[in-house]
């Protein structure tokens, strides 16, 4: 079935926030399908207010993925005051209640980018990047990365990954992996070991 890149529909935000509880493997994490669904809107929101480039995939009319990246220089895509403000009360009730979780996670990604930005000017961040898990069709990925590629010829772009995704991926699709450190996170759940990656790639004119 042919996939096609689009413009994505409002009424697909629910499926997207679904896609990244089950492809990010929130349930590493979480044990409660509430506080689960919480965060997954929390990162869907977070991701989608930042989004200057946004491609949805549908094959047959139905939705089966999704790529977000923030592009120095570009618009914003999507701006919603109510969604950001749901993002802010999140970010606070991590900080008080997951400091050893999310904010570990989140204090080795800033490190890590520091680090990369001693030695690197990328033009942009893939922030999100999930298929339908659920779905069998193949390549979903990959068109909606050559997507992206094809409309940022010539610019470096990076990403942040771990082995909790199929940071496989990347490496297939010609990103090198820059840093790498491991951690553990504290969660509900209990002790969660993750290996943090930050991949970057210069985006090239034959790219396809």
Same mark, same amino acid.
């Given at each position: /079935?042919?996939?096609?890149?689009?413009?994505?529909?409002?009424?697909?935000? %629910?499926? !997207?926030? *679904?896609?990244?509880?089950? =492809? /990010?493997?929130?349930?590493?994490? #979480?044990?409660?399908?509430?506080?689960?669904? !919480? $965060? =997954?809107?929390?990162?869907?929101?977070?991701?989608?207010?930042?989004?200057? *480039?946004?491609?949805?995939?549908?094959?047959?009319?139905?939705?089966?993925?999704?790529?977000?990246?923030?592009?120095?220089?570009?618009?914003?895509?999507?701006?919603?005051?109510?969604?950001?403000?749901?993002?802010?009360?999140?970010?606070?009730?991590?900080?008080?209640?997951?400091?050893?979780?999310?904010?570990?996670? %989140?204090?080795?990604?800033? %490190? *890590?980018?520091?680090?990369? @930005?001693?030695?690197?000017? +990328?033009?942009?961040?893939?922030?999100? #990047?999930?298929?339908? +898990?659920?779905?069998?069709?193949? =390549?979903?990925?990959?068109? #909606?990365?050559?997507? @992206?590629?094809?409309?940022?010829?010539?610019?470096?772009? $990076? #990403?942040?990954?771990?082995?909790?995704?199929?940071?496989?991926?990347?490496?297939?699709?010609?990103?090198?992996?820059?840093?790498?450190?491991?951690?553990?996170?504290? /969660?509900?759940?209990?002790?969660? +070991?993750?290996?943090?990656?930050?991949?970057?790639?210069?985006?090239?004119?034959?790219?396809?």
């Amino acid at each position: /079935m042919e996939i096609e890149i689009k413009d994505i529909r409002k009424k697909d935000y %629910e499926k !997207a926030i *679904q896609f990244a509880i089950k =492809g /990010m493997h929130f349930d590493w994490y #979480l044990d409660n399908r509430f506080l689960l669904n !919480a $965060y =997954g809107r929390y990162f869907w929101f977070l991701e989608l207010n930042r989004a200057t *480039q946004i491609f949805a995939a549908y094959a047959g009319g139905e939705f089966v993925g999704v790529l977000l990246a923030e592009i120095k220089g570009e618009e914003k895509k999507h701006q919603n005051f109510l969604q950001k403000i749901y993002v802010k009360f999140v970010d606070v009730i991590q900080k008080i209640f997951f400091k050893g979780g999310a904010g570990l996670y %989140e204090d080795t990604t800033k %490190e *890590q980018l520091a680090h990369y @930005l001693k030695f690197n000017t +990328p033009d942009g961040e893939i922030i999100f #990047l999930a298929a339908d +898990p659920d779905c069998k069709i193949k =390549g979903i990925g990959t068109a #909606l990365l050559n997507a @992206l590629e094809a409309r940022e010829k010539g610019k470096i772009l $990076y #990403l942040y990954t771990d082995d909790a995704c199929t940071y496989q991926f990347y490496e297939h699709r010609g990103f090198e992996r820059v840093e790498e450190k491991e951690v553990v996170l504290e /969660m509900p759940k209990g002790r969660v +070991p993750l290996k943090c990656f930050v991949y970057s790639k210069k985006i090239h004119s034959n790219t396809g």
